[in-house]
């Protein structure tokens, strides 16, 4: 069945970087294009990085556009994001999810990573 499992999170000062891990299994990980989603306390998840199946097109929320780097090793059925400067505000619990910004396995969320950026 459908896993995905996120790693990396941890506690960071403002300005620091983590860099997030998602391993995927259970499905063709190179067929799709994959999304890293958060969600902060008392707030709806949202989208804030997508990368195509090959790693050649990418696409960023605004509040992260210039900071987090997102990439894909599909031969390791893995997906990063690298997260710089990182600010207060980007505290949340980190999720990813196959698809182009709307979750295709949306009955089947990883236990997500959470994000503390605190000084």
């Known amino acids: 069945q459908v896993q995905l499992v996120e790693s990396g999170g941890g506690l960071v000062q403002p300005g620091g970087s983590l860099r997030l891990s998602c391993a995927a299994s259970?499905?063709?990980?190179?067929?799709?294009?994959m999304s890293w989603y958060r969600q902060a306390p008392g707030k709806e998840r949202e989208s804030v990085a997508i990368?195509?199946?090959?790693?050649?097109?990418?696409s960023y929320a605004d509040s992260v556009k210039g900071r987090f780097s997102i990439s894909r090793d599909n031969a390791k059925n893995t997906m990063y994001l690298q997260m710089n400067s990182l600010k207060p505000e980007d505290t949340a619990v980190y999720f990813c999810n196959a698809g182009w910004g709307t979750p295709v396995f949306n009955q089947q969320w990883g236990q997500g990573t959470q994000v503390t950026v605190s000084s």
């Open positions: 259970g499905f063709t990980f190179s067929d799709y294009a």
């Open positions: 990368i195509s199946t090959r790693g050649r097109s990418t």
